[in-house]
């Protein structure tokens, strides 16, 4: 499939338990597929099999949980070979990660906060970079949500600002990442956004999550978008015009219909008066 989007493209996660609704989808469901690549490298029988069937039918977009940006072991040379070859084979429009570190001496299995420091700005900057030298291609790095932040010694806004400039990468918006950490961090979500610089931003997630309580969000990616995060990404779209937007969802699945409800509801809030804008290269 080609490797270009269009920016009023909306896409869902390519997960292994919507694999049959996903292959039976009606033209027009969604726009593209977002994938994991660590979770697809290498696979092989009936999963690998149905993978290379979508992959051949619609445009792919990779989203990382593996390259721990922010951390201090040496980034996988090998595993970003593989990584950049994958790309290149099913012509992948948009490749993120996160702004996190997950890796310690091994694997960590979670995605854990970088404290906001000047040090780490240019840790974390030097790392996006040498990882778009090995892919050959610029990347997106995703604002995350967190519970518990190492050291601040600036505001999460400012990291992020510093840490895309340095490296010159774009920002991929997780608009629910924002809605969490507001309420959970207690700062403005919308003077978080109008802050951010609009040429980076290259595409947006959004998902659900659950109410601990008035002032406690988790992210967990397992239930409906909640209210307040619909309003903060039709305040995003304001801002930084139409995207390719990810509706997110990894577990506890609704029946279809109510997914693509929520896919109808992306379409909806897109402007569409500036439905005109170009679409973007696999490989620019």
Aim: hydrophobic residues 40%.
């Amino acid at each position: 499939m080609s490797g270009t989007l269009s920016a009023t493209s909306v896409g869902l996660g390519l997960r292994r338990a919507l694999l049959g609704p996903l292959q039976d989808a009606a033209p027009g469901d969604f726009d593209f597929l977002e994938c994991a690549p660590e979770n697809w490298i290498g696979v092989g029988g009936r999963y690998g099999e149905a993978f290379e069937r979508l992959a051949a039918q619609h445009t792919i977009t990779c989203h990382g949980l593996s390259l721990s940006l922010g951390g201090f072991a040496p980034l996988d040379e090998t595993f970003l070979g593989r990584v950049r070859r994958f790309l290149e084979q099913h012509r992948v429009a948009l490749y993120s990660e996160h702004l996190s570190y997950c890796a310690d001496d091994g694997q960590l299995y979670d995605l854990l906060p970088i404290p906001f420091t000047e040090e780490a700005v240019e840790h974390v900057a030097a790392r996006i970079r040498q990882a778009q030298d090995l892919l050959g291609r610029r990347i997106a790095v995703e604002n995350v949500s967190y519970y518990a932040a190492p050291h601040q010694a600036m505001a999460e806004i400012d990291f992020v600002n510093a840490v895309i400039e340095r490296a010159d990468c774009d920002l991929l918006l997780d608009v629910n990442n924002v809605y969490v950490n507001a309420i959970n961090h207690r700062y403005d979500p919308l003077e978080y956004i109008a802050q951010l610089p609009v040429a980076r931003v290259s595409s947006f997630h959004v998902a659900g999550h659950f109410d601990e309580a008035d002032d406690l969000k988790i992210d967990t990616h397992g239930a409906a978008v909640k209210d307040g995060v619909w309003t903060l990404l039709e305040a995003a779209y304001r801002r930084f015009g139409p995207h390719p937007t990810l509706l997110e969802r990894d577990f506890n699945f609704p029946p279809w219909a109510e997914l693509l409800g929520e896919v109808h509801t992306i379409r909806r809030l897109m402007p569409r008066a500036q439905a005109g804008h170009p679409g973007l290269s696999a490989h620019g």
